[in-house]
Nanobody, 129 residues
Framework: QVQLEESGGGLVQAGGSLRLSCVAS????????VGWFRQAPGKAREFIGA????????YYADSMKGRFTISRDNDKNTVYLQMNSLKPEDTAVYYC??????????????????????WGRGTLVTVSS
């Protein structure tokens, strides 16, 4: 099983950009699909998008298309989340999750019977107006 650690969060002004990283430990990273999620204060965790094991294909929630881009580098055991044109409502703790099945990452926030195998601890992103 892998372990995940997010980094790259911080304070940014509205309109700015940030790139988050999700670094995995363990030699089996390439056998996991990896997703990005966020959770704003007082709100449920929200799915942003996920990349398949090879990184050659990525799936995004409809509401996240356009400003968020996920990329993957299996040589570095890292998945990135590039966030552009940030808004105050993007303020949240951002998490990465990993599971052998992409489907589990896509539905975990809407299906209470689905679990994701591994979660990171999150990194806080604060967007000021």
């Amino acid at each position: 099983q892998v372990q995940l650690e997010e980094s790259g969060g911080g304070l940014v002004q509205a309109g700015g950009s940030l790139r988050l990283s999700c670094v995995a430990s363990g030699r089996t990273f390439s056998t996991y699909a990896v997703g990005w999620f966020r959770q704003a204060p007082g709100k449920a965790r929200e799915f942003i998008g996920a990349t398949i094991k090879s990184g050659s294909s990525t799936y995004y929630a409809d509401s996240m298309k356009g400003r968020f881009t996920i990329s993957r580098d299996n040589d570095k055991n890292t998945v990135y989340l590039q966030m552009n044109s940030l808004k105050p409502e993007d303020t949240a703790v951002y998490y990465c999750g990993a599971d052998p099945k992409l489907h589990n990452l896509v539905v975990v926030t809407t299906d209470k019977n689905t679990e994701v195998e591994v979660w990171g601890r999150g990194t806080l992103v604060t967007v000021s107006s």
